[in-house]
């Protein structure tokens, strides 16, 4: 007899598989998103109309992003803490235990870019007198693109994989 505590209609622990692969799926998709959007005032023929618009355009988008990006990075990590804790057995049997944990390491190693764009971002978002705004976005965008192609995308392969031993 199958009812909603055995997992007929909804089983918890394939909840807990896949919570990370799908937040760590919107950190992937947010930063090639940024990237994309953000160039776009950076094109050869938006470059000097946007000049005066990256700066209240980034303050906005900088207080509205920054929560979302770092509950999803806080939501791929604790789910990943949660896969390596929860049937531990079946995970090691699987194979996909050191996927779990690689990435949750991948999904934290997000924040190691931050002394990188914090720069740009503080002198965009403060106003510093004399800076070139379309430059420093220029600045932020190559560090986005850079972090989302390699530790974004390392730890959403890593989920992939994870839950694909983990599923079977």
């Known amino acids: 007899q199958n009812n909603m505590a055995s997992g007929f209609f909804f089983d918890p622990v394939v909840a807990l598989r896949v919570a990370p ?48 990006v770092v509950s999803l990075i806080a939501a791929s990590f604790w789910g990943g803490v949660g896969n390596l804790f929860v049937r531990r057995s079946s995970l090691e049997a699987s194979g996909s235990f050191r996927w779990y944990a690689i990435g949750l390491v991948g999904s934290l190693s997000h924040l190691l870019f931050v002394p990188l764009v914090a720069p740009s971002i503080r002198d965009i978002v403060k106003g510093k007198e004399g800076v070139d705004y379309n430059e420093r976005l220029r600045d932020w965008t190559r560090v986005n693109s ?23």
Do not use: M
């Open 146 to 168: 850079i972090r989302t192609w390699t530790v974004d995308l390392f730890a959403w392969a890593a989920f992939i994989i994870a839950v694909g031993k983990s599923l079977q």
């Open 21 to 68: 692969l799908v937040s760590s799926t919107c950190t992937l998709l947010y930063g090639f998103d940024q990237s994309f959007f953000l160039n776009g005032l950076n094109g050869p023929q938006t470059r000097k109309e946007s000049k005066h618009l990256i700066r209240p355009y980034f303050q906005w988008f900088w207080s509205s992003g920054t929560p979302f």
